[in-house]
């Protein structure tokens, strides 16, 4: 097999697989650094293959220098920080009692006496309990 042959075989298999999955375009970025392209070719690869839902040519570089280094794993890397606390399943409960027993309450009263921030308490109503506000009255 030629490299011309090899190179149009490279581009074949990334633009046959037109995926929008960020973990699949990170798979074809891993497959051109071992090919040895570099990070503009495989850029220009990943957008032609994926057009409008190709990452951008920041993190296409940013992974393939990764790659590059010698990682192997595909996935992100797990995140540090304080996980969340505000939407635990007891938190959501305690919000849900409280609403219950006073339904004009506002979103202000309950996030003070719940001691979560205003956002978190209005996610927990509308996402978590599926509430909305009708008439001055959260059902």
């Keep these: 097999m030629n490299e011309n042959s090899l190179k149009s075989d490279t581009f074949i298999v990334c633009a046959i697989f037109v995926m929008s999955n960020k973990l699949e375009q990170r798979v074809c970025i891993k497959f051109c650094v071992k090919l040895g392209k570099s990070a503009t070719e495989t850029f220009e690869i990943i957008k032609k293959a994926f057009e409008d839902e190709a990452m951008i040519r ?23 920080g304080r996980p969340s606390t ?26 003070s006496e719940c001691n979560i921030s205003f956002g978190s308490c209005q996610t927990i109503l509308t996402e978590d309990l599926g509430m909305r506000r009708v008439c001055a009255k959260m059902v």
């Design 58 to 80: 920041s993190k296409t570089f940013e992974w393939h220098k990764r790659f590059i280094e010698g990682r192997e794993d595909i996935n992100d890397d797990s995140r540090a």
């Design 86 to 111: 505000s939407r635990i399943v007891e938190m959501v409960a305690k919000v849900r009692k409280i609403i219950r027993s006073d339904q004009r309450m506002t979103i202000r009263e309950l996030f």
